[in-house]
C-alpha cells in the first residue's frame, strides 16, 4: 500500500453523490411510453444510472440514431421538470464534503449528466458551496464521455495535479475515465455498479460506505496505486 495525499477529488453524480432511482425510471418510462416502445424490466432501468443517456437508449432499448433522438428529448422534457429532484443524496454525504473542504481539499463534480442539469440538482440540495466546478456534458450530447469530462477539467485553470488527483463514482466508466487520464480512482459499491465491475475496469479501491470513504480520503489516505 502507498500513502496517497490527495488534493483535488472529482466525484461523480449519479450512484455517488445522489441516489437518482426514482428520477431517471421516471424519466424513462415517459419518454418509452410517449414512443409507444415496450415497458423495460427493473434490472434494465437500472442499467441507465451511470451512463451517458444516449448510450443507454441505443444499447438497451436497441433504438436508431433518430429515435434515440426522440427518447433523449421525451426523456428531459420529464426531467428537468419533475426528475431532477425525484432525488436524493445519500446519507453522510454532506458532511463529508464538509470535512474534505475543512482539511484544504478542492472538490469537483465530474458526470456525464448536462452541466445545466447537475449543476441545478447539486444547487438544490445545497451542496454547490462545497464545488471549485461541476463539469458535465453537453445538451447536444457532446463531450458525453466520463475520459473527456475529466480531461476538460485538466485542461481549465483549476490547477489539478494528476499525481494528488483522484476519480470517484460507482460505474465502469468512472474508473475508465480516470485510467484513460492517468489519475486514480475508488469505485464506490454503494451506487448501481458492482464490485466485480468496478475492480475489472481498474478501480485503485473500492469503499463499500459513506462513511468507509471518508476514512479513505481524510484519515488512512491508502490505496493501492
Same mark, same amino acid.
Do not use: W
Given at each position: 500500500? =502507498?500513502?496517497?495525499?490527495?488534493?483535488?477529488?472529482?466525484?461523480?453524480?449519479?450512484?455517488?453523490?445522489? *441516489?437518482?432511482? =426514482?428520477?431517471?425510471?421516471?424519466?424513462?418510462?415517459?419518454?418509452?411510453?410517449?414512443?409507444?416502445?415496450?415497458?423495460?424490466?427493473?434490472?434494465?432501468?437500472?442499467?441507465?444510472?451511470?451512463?451517458?443517456?444516449?448510450?443507454?437508449?441505443? =444499447?438497451? &432499448?436497441?433504438?436508431?440514431?433518430?429515435?434515440?433522438?426522440?427518447?433523449?428529448?421525451?426523456?428531459?422534457?420529464?426531467?428537468?421538470?419533475?426528475?431532477?429532484?425525484?432525488?436524493?443524496?445519500?446519507?453522510? $454525504?454532506?458532511?463529508?464534503?464538509?470535512?474534505?473542504?475543512?482539511?484544504?481539499?478542492?472538490?469537483?463534480?465530474?458526470?456525464?449528466?448536462?452541466?445545466?442539469?447537475?449543476?441545478?440538482?447539486?444547487?438544490?440540495?445545497?451542496?454547490?458551496?462545497?464545488?471549485?466546478? $461541476?463539469?458535465?456534458?453537453?445538451?447536444?450530447?457532446?463531450?458525453?464521455?466520463?475520459?473527456?469530462?475529466?480531461?476538460?477539467?485538466?485542461?481549465?485553470?483549476?490547477? &489539478?495535479?494528476?499525481?494528488?488527483?483522484?476519480?470517484?463514482?460507482?460505474?465502469?466508466?468512472?474508473?475508465?475515465?480516470?485510467?484513460?487520464? *492517468?489519475?486514480?480512482?475508488?469505485?464506490?459499491?454503494?451506487?448501481?455498479?458492482?464490485?466485480? =465491475?468496478?475492480?475489472?475496469?481498474?478501480?485503485?479501491?473500492?469503499?463499500?460506505?459513506?462513511?468507509?470513504?471518508?476514512?479513505?480520503?481524510?484519515?488512512?489516505?491508502?490505496?493501492?496505486?
Amino acid at each position: 500500500m =502507498e500513502t496517497k495525499n490527495y488534493e483535488s477529488i472529482l466525484f461523480d453524480l449519479d450512484g455517488t453523490l445522489t *441516489n437518482p432511482k =426514482e428520477g431517471i425510471v421516471n424519466s424513462i418510462n415517459y419518454a418509452l411510453q410517449k414512443m409507444n416502445k415496450p415497458k423495460l424490466q427493473e434490472s434494465e432501468l437500472l442499467n441507465f444510472i451511470g451512463p451517458p443517456i444516449q448510450q443507454s437508449f441505443s =444499447e438497451i &432499448c436497441q433504438l436508431n440514431e433518430k429515435e434515440v433522438e426522440i427518447a433523449v428529448r421525451f426523456y428531459r422534457e420529464y426531467f428537468s421538470k419533475n426528475g431532477m429532484i425525484e432525488n436524493n443524496v445519500y446519507e453522510g $454525504i454532506p458532511e463529508l464534503l464538509e470535512e474534505l473542504n475543512l482539511n484544504g481539499k478542492r472538490l469537483f463534480v465530474a458526470t456525464s449528466k448536462p452541466t445545466i442539469f447537475a449543476k441545478q440538482i447539486i444547487s438544490h440540495f445545497q451542496l454547490d458551496h462545497f464545488f471549485v466546478e $461541476i463539469v458535465g456534458s453537453e445538451l447536444d450530447g457532446t463531450r458525453i464521455n466520463k475520459a473527456e469530462i475529466i480531461d476538460y477539467l485538466f485542461l481549465g485553470e483549476n490547477d &489539478c495535479v494528476k499525481e494528488s488527483t483522484v476519480m470517484i463514482g460507482d460505474r465502469f466508466h468512472d474508473m475508465i475515465g480516470a485510467k484513460l487520464n *492517468n489519475i486514480d480512482s475508488i469505485g464506490v459499491t454503494y451506487g448501481y455498479g458492482s464490485e466485480d =465491475e468496478l475492480i475489472n475496469s481498474g478501480a485503485n479501491a473500492l469503499a463499500n460506505s459513506v462513511d468507509h470513504l471518508k476514512r479513505m480520503l481524510l484519515l488512512d489516505n491508502k490505496i493501492k496505486s
